[in-house]
């Protein structure tokens, strides 16, 4: 037997490596297949994009935050990994009551790379996190920590209201990588905005993700109407708030992104 605590500080107790795993977290799951553990992870959500092929061999057994527990229970599942933010917490905590729950927390890039450590090692597979985490590291190494201009930036989530991201959260330090200034850092976590707040910090830029909210053309036309001098830009959702492997791809698109933004931003030409 082999005791670990999770992010929230409880102790898991397992008498061996799970052969039956559940991710309830899309980019877990992601970290999950880049692990090597494919026989080994049963069942997924709806929202578990990546890799495409499971969402074909693997059992779904709801979306994040409407779990089937009647599903899960056949299952039998010997460890479920799950995330504070993105499930329903009453429903995860059913779920511990009955199987050994493994539930991150994760705000930063440190914490992200603790929770790899620590699937890695409850799942057999603590010398292939290791080799991840080093790979993903150094390609934020290689991130220029200096810029011309520190451009002050508003991210949006999500629409009717508008919301956007707080200091403290996963997305505002990936802002900052990036050599952004998040425009609404003072605020937590997740906070409803207007327009007219947006415009009123004087911010230079304002990013439409395309996740949860799938922003598109459209809203960028849209928010061009109340400044036409505002520049606003399309980001990929998951570069910026993925937690798992999907970080080897954001060191590269942080700078790809800092480069558009800078081109569009003074009129210059960009790749």
């Given at each position: 037997?082999?005791?670990?605590?999770?992010?929230?500080?409880?102790?898991?107790?397992?008498?061996?490596?799970?052969?039956?795993?559940?991710?309830?977290?899309?980019?877990?799951?992601?970290?999950?297949?880049?692990?090597?553990?494919d026989?080994?992870?049963?069942?997924?959500?709806?929202?578990?994009?990546?890799?495409?092929?499971?969402?074909?061999?693997?059992?779904?057994?709801?979306?994040?935050?409407?779990?089937?527990?009647?599903?899960?229970?056949?299952?039998?599942?010997?460890?479920?990994?799950?995330?504070?933010?993105?499930?329903?917490?009453?429903?995860?905590?059913?779920?511990?009551?009955?199987?050994?729950?493994?539930?991150?927390?994760?705000?930063?890039?440190?914490?992200?790379?603790?929770?790899?450590?620590?699937?890695?090692?409850?799942?057999g597979?603590?010398?292939?996190?290791?080799?991840?985490?080093?790979?993903?590291?150094?390609?934020?190494?290689?991130?220029?920590?200096?810029?011309p201009?520190?451009?002050?930036?508003?991210?949006?989530?999500w629409?009717?209201?508008?919301?956007?991201?707080?200091?403290?959260?996963?997305?505002?330090?990936?802002?900052?990588?990036?050599?952004?200034?998040?425009?609404?850092?003072?605020?937590?976590?997740?906070?409803?905005?207007?327009?007219?707040?947006?415009?009123?910090?004087?911010?230079?830029?304002?990013?439409?993700?395309?996740?949860?909210?799938?922003?598109?053309?459209?809203?960028?036309?849209?928010?061009?109407?109340?400044?036409?001098?505002?520049?606003c830009?399309?980001?990929?959702?998951?570069?910026?708030?993925?937690?798992?492997?999907?970080?080897?791809?954001?060191?590269?698109?942080?700078?790809?992104?800092?480069?558009?933004?800078?081109?569009?931003?003074?009129?210059?030409?960009?790749?």
């Amino acid at each position: 037997m082999f005791v670990i605590k999770d992010q929230l500080g409880r102790e898991l107790q397992l008498t061996k490596y799970p052969q039956k795993i559940i991710s309830l977290v899309p980019s877990q799951t992601e970290l999950l297949f880049s692990l090597g553990l494919d026989e080994e992870v049963i069942a997924i959500t709806s929202f578990c994009i990546h890799p495409p092929s499971w969402k074909v061999s693997k059992k779904i057994i709801g979306g994040t935050k409407k779990l089937h527990l009647s599903v899960i229970d056949a299952l039998q599942p010997d460890l479920i990994i799950a995330n504070k933010e993105e499930n329903e917490r009453s429903q995860v905590e059913t779920l511990a009551s009955r199987y050994p729950v493994y539930i991150s927390d994760i705000s930063n890039l440190q914490e992200a790379f603790r929770m790899m450590m620590d699937v890695g090692g409850i799942t057999g597979k603590a010398e292939t996190a290791v080799e991840l985490i080093e790979k993903i590291q150094a390609r934020f190494d290689l991130l220029s920590e200096s810029y011309p201009q520190k451009l002050r930036v508003a991210y949006l989530i999500w629409r009717n209201p508008y919301m956007t991201v707080g200091g403290g959260t996963f997305i505002h330090e990936m802002l900052e990588k990036a050599g952004f200034e998040n425009v609404f850092s003072a605020l937590s976590r997740y906070p409803v905005v207007t327009l007219k707040q947006i415009l009123e910090t004087g911010c230079d830029v304002v990013l439409l993700s395309s996740e949860p909210y799938p922003f598109d053309q459209k809203h960028v036309e849209e928010i061009k109407k109340i400044n036409v001098d505002l520049t606003c830009l399309l980001v990929n959702g998951e570069l910026f708030s993925w937690y798992g492997s999907r970080l080897l791809d954001t060191p590269p698109y942080l700078q790809q992104i800092r480069k558009r933004v800078a081109a569009l931003s003074f009129n210059l030409p960009h790749d």
